[in-house]
């Protein structure tokens, strides 16, 4: 009997092919994966250390996307003000699997799992910290193992209420979009709202919120397959946040920040779109 054939979308096997061949989803060279640090004012002297307390798993997308490459430079700056043991993993850092997850393609992302696992194993951290929503929920339903995972506004929140970080008043109005693989499939939805309620701002919600917001339009790997669908959603969640009267629109996924600013932009919106850990820098003390 013949082998059943496999069909699905050439976009998706070049992201197949792009991970294999360089271990991230962006197809550049993976040692090039912490050059986002080389345009922060003072890049942290021991970022690469080899044991630290926290390991702070950055992402393909925050990586190497010049749209998104501010939200690592936030995390590392707050991080650097609390006081943490922290550290990055570099070109150590390969693709948590997630983009050949959700294609089906088990099998190609068990290398990647194996490897992740080992490094941070080896690096001795008791915790790892995610700004992407879909690293931190393939970590938590595939990864074995011993240190504790958080998305990044479960440890700001922790941060922020441990007295490790000081805040100024935001007196700006805000509005907050749910990540998809944040709320709905990690059920993440208080730390995002607590860290925008210490700043003092004015958080106005959408509608469609919480268990019921939109997707960004970018969620899994429907950008690759159907980018027309993704902008139409994206323009959607950008004229519900405009409504609301808020300036800025928050949300604290790398892609939702990267779609949504395109949303915004498309449907002439005057909103500007932010991470949370960007928010929060700008009221650090």
């Not at 001795?124 to 074995?144: I, M, N, Q, W």
């Not at 970080?165 to 907050?176: F, I, N």
């Not at 300036?247 to 991470?275: M, P, S, Y």
């Amino acid at each position: 009997m013949s082998k059943p054939s496999v069909a699905y979308p050439r976009s998706l096997e070049l992201i197949r092919e792009a991970i294999a061949r360089t271990k991230n989803v962006a197809n550049f060279p993976n040692s090039e994966r912490a050059m986002w640090a080389e345009f922060m004012p003072s890049p942290p002297k021991n970022l690469f250390s080899k044991k630290a307390e926290v390991i702070y798993f950055v992402g393909c997308m925050s990586s190497f996307s010049p749209q998104i490459q501010d939200i690592p430079a936030a995390m590392v700056q707050l991080m650097e003000k609390a006081g943490v043991d922290f550290a990055v993993l570099g070109e150590k850092e390969w693709c948590c699997g997630y983009p050949l997850l959700v294609a089906g393609m088990h099998s190609e992302a068990e290398q990647l799992i194996e490897h992740n696992s080992r490094v941070i194993e080896k690096s001795g951290a008791g915790r790892v910290v995610f700004s992407c929503p879909s690293c931190y929920r393939t970590f938590k339903e595939l990864y074995s193992l011993d240190a504790e995972l958080c998305h990044h506004t479960q440890y700001l929140q922790e941060l922020i209420e441990g007295g490790k970080l000081r805040l100024r008043s935001y007196s700006k109005k805000l509005t907050y979009h749910d990540p998809c693989d944040l709320g709905r499939h990690s059920g993440i939805y208080e730390p995002p709202r607590r860290v925008l309620r210490a700043l003092k701002a004015e958080l106005v919600e959408m509608p469609r919120a919480r268990e019921i917001a939109l997707c960004c339009g970018g969620g899994g790997d429907v950008e690759l397959v159907e980018p027309e669908l993704t902008s139409n959603i994206s323009v959607t969640v950008a004229r519900e946040a405009e409504q609301t009267g808020a300036g800025i629109l928050v949300t604290a996924c790398q892609q939702c920040k990267r779609v949504l600013k395109k949303g915004a932009a498309e449907a002439g919106a005057n909103l500007e779109v932010k991470d949370i850990a960007e928010v929060l820098l700008e009221a650090v003390e």
